[in-house]
């Protein structure tokens, strides 16, 4: 089974969360929730208290297929600060592994170097964040390991890809035609 790592910080985006979430755990990936605050519960942007499955700090993270980053602030800032996640970050990075983020979090990957000659999209007037990289305004970008988002309105085109990347595009189209995403074909 494919599994995926999606990471809760103090002031993430809770619709960029849960409908990433919602959707890979449909189409059969094992996505767990991870909050680096110690604290199984987590604050969102919008105020709503969201319990994670694990804590940071609880287990190797290493064992997964993809690392996702939700949006929001302070949420990226604080994902951005964290040391342990860095590291996480770099390790696949360096195995080839997914990395996945939306809104203002593709900045993380950018801020630290990553995304050097890669497409790669954000919320629009955060490009800035994106060192290096071609900044385009599609609603979901891939390039290689890396997969980017532009933010909430986003968030189910962003969700379907990541299953298509970890499952299969029949898998991710079936869950789209099962949320009445989409309506046809």
Do not use: W
Not at 73 to 89: E, F, S, Y
Not at 154 to 182: H, M, N, P, Q
């Amino acid at each position: 089974m494919k599994k995926a790592y999606l990471f809760f910080a103090t002031g993430f985006e809770e619709v960029e969360a849960l409908t990433v979430v919602d959707i890979l755990r449909r189409g059969g990936v094992d996505c767990k929730t991870v909050s680096i605050m110690g604290d199984y519960d987590v604050i969102s942007s919008h105020g709503i208290t969201i319990r994670a499955d694990l804590l940071f700090d609880e287990r190797n993270l290493e064992d997964a297929d993809m690392l996702i980053m939700p949006g929001g602030i302070p949420g990226t800032p604080n994902l951005k600060a964290h040391v342990g996640l860095d590291k996480l970050i770099r390790k696949y990075q360096e195995d080839g592994k997914y990395l996945a983020a939306v809104c203002a979090a593709p900045t993380i990957y950018g801020e630290k170097g990553l995304l050097e000659g890669k497409n790669a999209t954000c919320y629009p007037g955060m490009e800035a964040g994106l060192v290096g990289a071609n900044a385009l305004t599609d609603k979901v970008v891939c390039d290689g390991q890396f997969i980017t988002s532009r933010g909430m309105g986003t968030s189910i085109d962003f969700g379907l890809t990541l299953l298509a990347k970890l499952i299969d595009e029949e898998t991710a189209k079936d869950v789209g035609k099962k949320i009445v995403y989409y309506t046809e074909g």
